[in-house]
């Protein structure tokens, strides 16, 4: 994508109306951060544009009228960068950006744009405010903002759903969680497709956690393996790492820690592969000491 398009259509506009950089940063950025944006050096994040938008008094579409190159969607471009910051649980940076976008019609005028941001806004409320109560009501009136008996569920909605079901989980209300996650696990079942794949493969990572948090190790196990037969056909690396340590997690809970091992072992090669090191201090740490209960039963 050439970014330099938009560079020098904001520049353009900010000469017109007889800004500085230093005047079009304010409020939103730095001076520095306007330049390289009007060289072509970087896109602005979605929120920015948006807010560079307003202050040169144009709609933000302005900016993707361009015969030159493919538009840029900005709606996706939001949902593209909130689901960063949810999977980041960037938390304040998400909030922010929903703020911003809740004055813009874009979204405040459309159900299915403004879902997304009372879903992030309900997010917010239970992970941070931990007003949990308030949080599934935003999350109930977001998901009932589209979904309807006669049209199929969209994948958001089965994000809302299972949002639904890991707050239930993580509150320790097993069964509603389970009724939210089989809920999902159903209408997947008569999904002959999904743009975003990592959905079914969290959902099975979900089911397997909850009944492993209720003893059910056995079935646990087996969506595990669910989950690791899905990214195999779909050949995406998110969630291998995941379902194999729990797969190890299981065993060494049912007390069979020789095989416990090798799965700990494969989830770090994984990790390792994703370029993620995030949990690997811990995984090493998991297989000493399940390494060293099996050496205690010799």
């Known amino acids: 994508m050439d970014y330099s398009v938009i560079g020098k259509k904001i520049k353009e ?123 599934f009501s935003v999350l109930r009136q977001a998901y009932e903002l589209t979904a309807h008996q006669k049209k199929a569920p969209s994948e958001r909605e089965l994000e809302i759903l299972m949002t639904f079901g890991t707050w239930e989980k993580l509150l320790h209300n097993n069964d509603k969680a389970l009724h939210y996650y089989h809920k999902v696990e159903d209408i997947l079942k008569q999904m002959e497709h999904l743009s975003d794949q990592s959905i079914n493969t969290r959902l099975l990572y979900n089911i397997a956690r909850v009944l492993t948090q209720i003893g059910n190790y056995e079935e646990s196990i087996a969506y595990c393996h669910k989950g690791i037969n899905w990214c195999l056909e779909e050949e995406h690396l998110w969630g291998l790492g995941e379902l194999h340590y729990h797969i190890g997690y299981n065993y060494e809970k049912i007390g069979d820690f020789e095989k416990a091992l090798p799965y700990v072992d494969q989830a770090i090669q994984l990790f390792i592969l994703r370029n993620d090191d995030t949990h690997l201090e811990f995984l090493e740490r998991r297989k000493r000491e399940i390494g060293s209960k099996i050496k205690g039963g010799d």
């Open 13 to 135: 506009l900010r000469k017109a109306v007889g800004l500085t950089q230093g005047d079009l940063a304010e409020g939103i950025c730095t001076q520095a951060l306007i330049s390289r944006i009007e060289k072509g050096d970087i896109y602005p994040s979605a929120t920015a544009l948006y807010q560079i938008a307003m202050k040169l008094g144009v709609d933000v579409n302005y900016f993707f009228e361009i015969g030159t190159t493919p538009r840029i969607d900005y709606v996706r471009e939001v949902e593209r960068q909130l689901k960063t910051l949810r999977f980041k649980r960037k938390f304040t940076e998400m909030i922010e950006m929903v703020r911003t976008e809740e004055k813009n019609p874009f979204f405040y005028k459309d159900n299915e744009k403004l879902q997304l941001l009372n879903w992030h806004k309900a997010i917010y409320l239970f992970e941070v405010e931990e007003d949990h109560g308030s949080a």
